[in-house]
C-alpha cells in the first residue's frame, strides 16, 4: 500500500532533517578533530604525542561542544547524538587500522564510550564552579555548566585522564614533545576559554560550526630579566 501525500511530505522532511543533521555534524566533528590536533597542545602544554593522547584531546573537545548543544533543544540533541556517532566510528577505524581484529574492536569501542561518558562526568564536575556566561555578558551566572560551587577539580581531571595518556608509546614517527611536563594549569586555562568562548557563540553560528574554539595560545614565556651592567643607562 502506497502512502498518501499527506504521510509522505512529513518523511520526505525527516530524511532531508535527517541529512542536514549528518552533513553538519561531520563538518563540525572535523573542526573538533582539527582543534584537538592543534600542535601548542602537545608541543607547549605537554600533551602525550600519541594515539591516545589525541583521542583524550578529541573527546575533551568533543565534551565541551556536547554541552553547549544542551542549550539548544531537541536540534541540539540530534546533533550530539551525531557527534557521538562520528566518535565512534572514528575509534573503530582507528582500532583497525592499529591491527585490532573483528572479534576485539566492539569491545573496545564499548569501553571507549565508556571513557568518555567518565570524562564527560569529571569534566563537568571541574567547570561547575564557572560561571560561564556571566563572565561574557556580566549577566547570567549559571552558565550550562551549572556555576556549582564544588571546587576546582579540572586541573585533576584533566591530569588523570590526559596527562594519564603519557605513559603510552609514541606513535610511530612522530616527533617527540618539545614539553615533557604535563601542563594542567595552561591547558586548564585554555579549557575555561573555550567554554567562554562557546558561551558567546550564537545559535547559528553554533550549527554552522563557526568560530567554535579560541586559538590555542601557547603559555607566555617570563619576561626578560634586564642584564646587569649593559651599555643601557651607562654613564657618559
Not at 548543544?69 to 583497525?96: C, F, I, K, V, Y
Not at 550549527?207 to 619576561?223: I, Q, T
Amino acid at each position: 500500500m502506497q502512502a498518501g501525500p499527506e504521510k509522505r511530505i512529513p518523511m520526505l522532511q525527516w530524511f532531508k532533517r535527517n541529512s542536514q543533521t549528518t552533513r553538519i555534524g561531520h563538518d563540525i566533528y572535523e573542526r573538533i578533530v582539527a582543534q584537538a590536533r592543534a600542535p601548542a597542545f602537545f608541543r607547549d602544554m605537554g600533551v602525550p604525542d600519541s594515539m591516545e593522547g589525541r583521542i583524550e584531546m578529541i573527546m575533551l573537545h568533543l565534551v565541551l561542544i556536547l554541552e553547549r548543544l544542551t542549550t539548544e533543544g531537541a536540534a541540539g540533541q540530534r546533533l550530539g547524538q551525531r557527534l557521538m556517532e562520528h566518535l565512534m566510528t572514528d575509534l573503530d577505524d582507528a582500532l583497525r587500522q592499529i591491527g585490532i581484529g573483528d572479534m576485539g574492536v566492539p569491545r573496545r569501542v564499548k569501553k571507549a564510550a565508556a571513557a568518555f561518558t567518565e570524562r564527560s562526568r569529571d569534566y563537568r564536575a571541574g567547570l561547575a564552579a564557572l560561571p560561564v556566561r556571566g563572565e561574557v555578558t556580566g549577566g547570567v551566572t549559571d552558565g550550562f555548566f551549572g556555576g556549582r560551587p564544588v571546587g576546582d577539580t579540572l586541573e585533576a581531571a584533566l591530569l588523570q585522564h590526559v596527562y594519564g595518556a603519557r605513559g603510552a608509546n609514541v606513535a610511530a614517527g612522530s616527533a617527540p614533545a618539545a614539553s615533557t611536563t604535563p601542563q594542567p594549569e595552561q591547558l586548564a586555562a585554555y579549557v575555561r576559554k573555550a567554554v567562554r568562548h562557546l558561551a558567546a557563540t550564537s545559535t547559528t553560528d553554533i550549527f554552522e560550526g563557526n568560530d567554535l574554539f579560541p586559538p590555542v595560545v601557547p603559555p607566555a614565556l617570563p619576561a626578560a630579566v634586564p642584564a646587569v651592567g649593559g651599555t643601557a643607562g651607562a654613564a657618559d
